[in-house]
């Protein structure tokens, strides 16, 4: 683990300008241009039709279709909203674990996903949560806050445990407008995820979770005796540790990600999972392919 | 149980340094890991009672204690009653005879040269391979005699060396004495046992039905030998199958009938197959092919032939037979033809025609005829002398033939030798008629004596030792005394005054009386069969040319005469002789054996190319003796089993392959030890033990 090494580089910012790039190609194919609104409001995109009441703006009544069908319809257009996204970096000690430590990764991630967000007029805030410290970066807009954004990522240090739970809780009374929750993290909460994302959902926020784990976790190449120390609470565990063992390891973290996946289908929740392994511009690449991060 | 080292059962007390190390604690590595709650939750499914965890640990404990005592217990060399008990004293028995020396599965198309011993050899390997670890076991081969090889062993490198040490021999087969051997040595035995691995070609009814006895569950009970005998396992293992033979079943030469200077020779060839073969048989004299004759042989035919009238003499005759079958062995046979050297003969009388012209019509006689006075006054040697009414006053050594000599009260002088037996001339005889003679006798062979006339004769009383070839009503007429050093012929009869001159029978008489003075049997002494001891008694000069090989050392007193003989694969032994005489019975392949003087001087530098051509140029005065030495048996050539041995040949286990017991306990205990340390290791790596 090296703590010092720092997220962001000067070959990073050029990866950032570069996924902006290929993501609105990507977007260009898919959903044409920036966010719509479920409102409806004033804007040049026809929504809907709907039947005439009183007190309504005669300048909307559509008056082709009143000369066709002799009743009065008003038309209806979307309303254009800029879109809160909210990053939520898990930043508990569990984070540094990995020859690249997944709080790096993390940071890259959400550094990428932010670039992008603010140079589509997006609100950026970004929260990292654990149990010792929460430290928030209010909301921002414009491309020009970058930099904000990516200050406050460089300064994130990992300490504490994971509790989904209250981080959302609190992140949950810190913000009144609802909008894209990103979720940065590794989710390895003894108390389990589903708690804090179902409070994030309940919220009615759109929610995006980016899983985060290392390839050791994965597939632990320990063989024989050991004291494993947890790295949150450092607390010891003498095992001895056989090939089946190992197995059935893999087997619980296989079912633990499969519950996670299965979760997150039922709930309407994106969710992609990478290991540090992978690069993170690749990552980016994926998220954009599957649509999640942009609703 | 016993143990053969009970001291290295103090071992078990490095089981102290072995659970001390056990109990010290074991320092596990610290592993950071990002979460415990999957290893939490992999443990708590697995959660193991301490009492297990306990036991998983004494169960490591036990089993490297248990590797010890299995260490100790193998190093103790532990000894069990009753594998002892069970122990067996196997007696093998391989037939080397010269039927074993056929090939195995005989085709003449096939290049295949493996022979019925060396078969046999192979099965007793086996057998070695499947003997338990505490089994016996004693190699006897045999041909007419048995020979031990190795007496009771169970190192089973001996055996094997000791099997591999038998050599095929061109011997005759006659199992009975090596089974008595075996008999009289297994009933010394607990658990013994009788392997025979021969081809079973010949053996006597007597043989037989001990086999039979030994194999019936019914032999007599209350014959205490026989009770004996049923204790003994007896394993018959037939080697070999059926095969066509041809061979030469005698090939000897004697002195002709018609002509005692000539020689004949004599062959037969038997076919023991059941079909008709065709061969030729192939005359060589020194390597020369001289004669071929061709054979049609009927199954069964023994085919006989005298070959006579020899140009040629001294030297080496052989006969092959020019066919391919089984028994290579017995196509050759050797035979030595002498050289007929010319025999000096005095003649001592007044004046004898009859015995002049009797003498001289041989060419091989080299005849001197000296009147009684000149004899007197110039002895020489001669070979043979014939006194003819005449009677000396001494004798020395050598042969005599006294034909009538007058009648004195005492016989010539001869000498000191005080053992010589003397005759004693009675009164004259007058017209004796010859009522018997020793037909068989060399001098008298191939003479016919009756009515032969005879005027006067004496009646004389021969010495005891002697053995009378003629005799009338009155008297003995004609009789030999033989002394280690003398030969005396007395004829009691006045020739001139008989008609025996003037028969054909007295020039036989006389060419047999010299022949049997300077040759005798000799003829015979060269022709052995295989397996015969070989004799031969060295005269005066030949001893003195012995001598004169020997080294010159002064420090050695009395050296020991040696000799050399050379056999048919150039082997060559250096045999002592022992009072003149020499004894070699390494006569076990036929072919020609040579008799040298051993020339102590290249001996012992044979080294060197300089010794060798030193060797080869030796004047050795020419002294060389040849024998030849035969297979030459009727009952060898037919190399199929005999009838009634196939009831008693059994398969046995003794071949099926190892056996458990094979090696002695402690190899299994390190067996288990190894075992055990495998399987701890297994467990260890797959975490079943700590």
Redesign the interface.
Same mark, same amino acid.
């Given at each position: 683990m090296n703590e010092t090494q720092s997220a962001f580089d000067s070959d990073f910012l050029k990866q950032l300008e570069y996924l902006y790039i290929v993501s609105k190609k990507i977007f260009a194919g898919r959903i044409k241009a920036e966010r719509r609104s479920t409102r409806r409001g004033v804007s040049v995109e026809f929504a809907d039709y709907r039947n005439y009441t009183a007190g309504d703006d005669f300048r909307y009544i559509d008056w082709n279709a009143f000369a066709r069908l002799d009743e009065l319809l008003l038309k209806l257009y979307e309303e254009r909203e800029d879109l809160h996204i909210y990053f939520l970096v898990d930043a508990s000690e569990?984070?540094t674990?990995?020859e690249l430590p997944?709080l790096i990764y993390a940071k890259r991630v959400a550094a990428a996903l932010a670039y992008i967000g603010l140079s589509n007029l997006d609100r950026i805030g970004i929260t990292a949560f654990n149990t010792t410290d929460k430290s928030r970066l209010p909301v921002e807009r414009g491309k020009g806050k970058i930099f904000t954004v990516l200050n406050f990522l460089d300064q994130i240090e990992a300490s504490g445990e994971t509790d989904l739970e209250q981080a959302f809780h609190n992140f949950i009374h810190m913000t009144k407008r609802r909008g894209l929750v990103v979720l940065i993290s %590794?989710l390895?909460d003894?108390k389990g995820f589903t708690a804090g994302l179902n409070m994030l959902k309940f919220q009615k926020h759109d929610l995006f979770v980016v899983h985060i784990i %290392?390839e050791k976790?994965a597939e632990?190449n320990?063989l024989? %005796?050991? &004291?494993?120390? %947890?790295?949150?609470?450092n607390?010891l565990?003498?095992?001895?540790?056989?090939?089946? &063992?190992i197995k059935?390891?893999q087997d619980?973290?296989k079912k633990?990600c499969d519950d996670l996946d299965r979760y997150c289908t039922q709930r309407e929740i994106s969710l992609v999972r990478t290991m540090t392994k992978t690069p993170f511009d690749e990552l980016i690449l994926r998220i954009f392919r599957m649509g999640g991060f942009v609703t | 149980m016993n143990f053969l080292s009970p001291a290295s059962l103090f071992l078990f007390g490095l089981a102290i340094p072995i659970i001390a190390l056990y109990i010290l604690k074991l320092r596990r590595r610290r592993e950071p890991v990002s979460t415990l709650m999957f290893w939490e939750q992999l443990f708590k499914e697995r959660q193991t009672t301490s009492l297990f965890q306990r036991l998983k640990h004494l169960l490591s404990l036990l089993l490297q204690l248990l590797f010890l005592a299995l260490l100790v217990l193998a190093v103790a060399r532990p000894q069990f009653a009753f594998i002892t008990k069970s122990a067996r004293q196997l007696i093998l028995i391989v037939d080397r005879s010269a039927s074993m020396n056929a090939v195995l599965n005989f085709d003449p198309e096939s290049p295949e040269t493996e022979s019925r011993l060396d078969s046999a050899k192979e099965t007793a390997l086996q057998i070695v391979q499947g003997l338990r670890f505490m089994d016996e076991m004693s190699v006897i081969s045999c041909h007419t005699r048995p020979i031990i090889h190795t007496p009771f062993t169970r190192h089973q490198k001996t055996i094997r060396e000791a099997i591999e040490s038998i050599e095929p021999t061109d011997i005759k087969t006659d199992l009975k004495p090596a089974i008595d051997l075996a008999l009289a040595v297994a009933q010394t035995k607990p658990n013994p046992e009788i392997i025979i691995l021969s081809d079973f070609q010949k053996i006597s009814e007597e043989t037989l039905a001990d086999f039979q006895n030994i194999q019936s569950e019914n032999a007599n009970p209350d014959d205490d030998n026989q009770e004996q005998k049923r204790n003994i396992k007896l394993h018959l293992l037939q080697i070999g199958e059926e095969n066509d033979n041809v061979g030469i079943t005698q090939f000897r030469v004697r002195k002709s009938i018609v002509n005692a200077f000539d020689y004949e020779t004599l062959l037969s060839v038997i076919n023991t197959s059941d079909e008709e073969k065709k061969c030729s048989v192939e005359l060589y004299f020194n390597e020369s092919l001289f004669d071929v004759r061709p054979y049609t042989l009927s199954p069964g035919e023994i085919k006989t032939e005298i070959f006579s009238n020899f140009t040629f003499e001294g030297g080496e005759l052989k006969a092959v037979l020019d066919i391919e079958d089984a028994l290579k062995t017995d196509n050759v046979a050797y035979a030595t033809l002498p050289i007929r050297e010319s025999i000096t003969v005095l003649l001592v009388t007044e004046e004898n025609p009859f015995l002049r012209n009797a003498l001289a019509v041989d060419e091989k006689i080299n005849l001197t005829v000296a009147t009684p006075t000149e004899y007197e006054a110039n002895t020489q040697d001669f070979e043979v002398v014939i006194f003819d009414r005449y009677s000396p006053t001494s004798l020395g050594d050598g042969n005599f033939m006294f034909i009538y000599p007058p009648n004195s009260d005492t016989p010539p002088n001869i000498g000191t030798d005080d053992s010589v037996a003397t005759w004693k001339i009675g009164e004259e005889i007058e017209t004796p008629i010859i009522t018997e003679w020793e037909r068989t006798h060399p001098i008298l062979q191939h003479v016919q004596l009756e009515n032969v006339l005879i005027g006067k004769a004496y009646a004389v009383t021969p010495p005891p030792t002697s053995k009378i070839l003629v005799r009338s009503f009155e008297a003995p007429v004609v009789f030999v005394d033989v002394t280690p050093k003398r030969k005396i012929v007395f004829a009691a009869i006045n020739i001139l005054e008989s008609d025996l001159p003037l028969r054909i029978a007295f020039p036989v008489i006389m060419a047999n009386t010299i022949t049997w003075f300077v040759q005798g049997d000799k003829i015979e002494e060269y022709h052995l069969l295989t397996g015969e001891v070989l004799r031969y008694k060295f005269d005066a000069q030949e001893i003195e040319a012995v001598k004169n090989k020997l080294p010159q050392d002064e420090t050695v007193e009395n050296p020991q005469m040696t000799v050399k003989i050379t056999g048919p694969d150039d082997e060559t032994w250096d045999i002592p002789i022992d009072n003149d005489e020499l004894l070699f019975d390494q006569t076990q392949l036929a072919g020609f054996y040579a008799l040298t003087l051993t020339d102590a001087t290249t001996e012992e530098n044979t080294d060197t190319d300089e010794n060798i051509e030193e060797e080869n140029t030796t004047d050795d005065n020419g002294f060389k003796k040849l024998w030849a030495i035969n297979l030459a048996s009727e009952t060898e050539a037919s190399i199929n089993a005999i009838d009634g041995i196939e009831e008693l040949v059994t398969e046995t286990e003794l071949i099926s392959g190892s056996s458990f017991f094979r090696f002695p306990p402690w190899i299994y205990l390190v067996f288990l030890a190894v075992i055990l340390s495998v399987v701890e290791w297994f467990m260890y790596q797959r975490r079943k033990i700590d």
């Open positions: 569990s984070m674990y990995g997944k %590794d390895f003894p %290392d976790e632990p320990l024989g %005796d050991y &004291h494993l120390v %947890d790295v949150e609470t607390e565990r003498p095992v001895t540790i056989n090939e089946s &063992h059935r390891y619980l973290f633990y | -």
